[in-house]
């Protein structure tokens, strides 16, 4: 949601508390100039401010925030997933040199303990309205450790023991497992009916790889074993890759030719990432390299 002068609600939000965050103190004529209100607009934005967050007015009229490292306080329990969604997406929506700024929050606001189950992956929009009832109802079941039933897409019922959500290339996913360990992403605004799984098993508790799998992902494409893949990539890419951290893990093999590594758990995963930049990368791992290839050339077939 865009508000006059351009910023989003939350981007608006986390100019302001980056401010606290950077200084001893802050001006209302500072948080216009850096978010575009005007100065009583700035004033009210700090009066509703002092409601929620230790926030004291100085003798000279600028603010200071105190106790900063008690600002999790504000925070209730049952909102945590809530603030991890936000924070995620803040970091998805900020340049790449702000990320400091909201991994400050994540900190102050202890969301690596509070709040594991939200991750947002190369998102560059969001419609949270959407889903936020199915997100509210997962978040319960994920913390709890309860199996779920609920209709899927064409009424087709479905369950799954959660573990975490996702928000990948503009879609919600509930990312979870079936009884037989397989992992299993579906869409959140294709699910109905929530409720506790009443098929007489239990909710099926992860073996080390599964969750090393799931809290490694890069995509919504799963599968049961690493595969690491070596690629070349031209010049002419080989900054943007490097400074926008295209692929996760990454590791830089050798600077000429410039070769890298990465793991994944499916190829399709790699694919999804890598097509953007064709034809300016050489896979090297055969299997990976035929995978590609004959995607391509389904590709070519469908659109000569």
């Known amino acids: 949601m865009k508000q006059a002068g351009g910023d989003s609600v939350i981007e608006k939000l986390f100019k302001v508390l ?11 004529q500072l948080i216009a100039d850096e978010t575009g ?7 009210r934005y700090i009066k509703s401010m002092m409601e929620f967050v230790n926030i004291q007015k100085n003798y000279d009229g600028s603010y200071t925030l ?4 008690k600002l999790s306080q504000h925070i209730r329990r049952d909102d945590s997933y809530l603030t991890a969604t ?5 970091k998805s929506v900020f340049p790449e040199n702000r990320h400091d700024a909201v991994e400050n929050l994540f900190k102050l606001f202890n969301i690596t303990s509070i ?4 991750q947002v992956l190369e998102s560059s929009s969001v419609n949270f309205n959407k889903v936020q009832d199915v997100v509210n109802d997962l978040s319960f079941y994920i913390k709890n450790h309860i199996k779920i039933q609920f209709l899927y897409k064409n009424n087709s019922e479905k369950t799954t023991s959660p573990y975490k959500i996702l928000y990948y290339n503009g879609f919600w996913y509930i990312i979870g497992c079936n009884d037989d360990k397989e992992i299993r992403a579906y869409r959140l605004d294709y699910i109905e009916n929530i409720s506790l799984s009443h098929d007489g098993t239990g909710y099926v508790e992860l ?9 490694n992902t890069t995509s919504i494409w799963f599968g049961d074993k690493e595969l690491e893949v070596e690629i070349i990539l ?3 890419i080989k900054e943007y890759f490097i400074d926008r951290a295209i692929l996760k893990n990454m590791q830089i093999l050798s600077e000429k030719p410039f070769t890298i590594k990465v793991t994944v758990y499916n190829y399709m995963a790699l694919y999804m990432d890598l097509m953007p930049y064709a034809p300016y990368f050489e896979i ?5 390299r035929k995978f590609f290839a004959e995607n391509l050339l389904l590709a070519y077939e469908k659109n000569k």
């Open 37 to 43: 209100m005007n100065i009583r607009s700035a004033q």
């Open 284 to 288: 090297v791992e055969p299997e990976a």
């Open 86 to 90: 936000l924070l995620q997406y803040a």
């Open 234 to 236: 031209d010049e002419c």
């Open 115 to 118: 709040e594991p189950t939200i």
């Open 66 to 69: 105190t106790h900063k490292d």
């Open 18 to 28: 980056n401010l606290f965050l950077e200084r001893t103190s802050v001006t209302t």
């Open 207 to 215: 073996d080390e790889k599964s969750k090393k799998i799931i809290e």
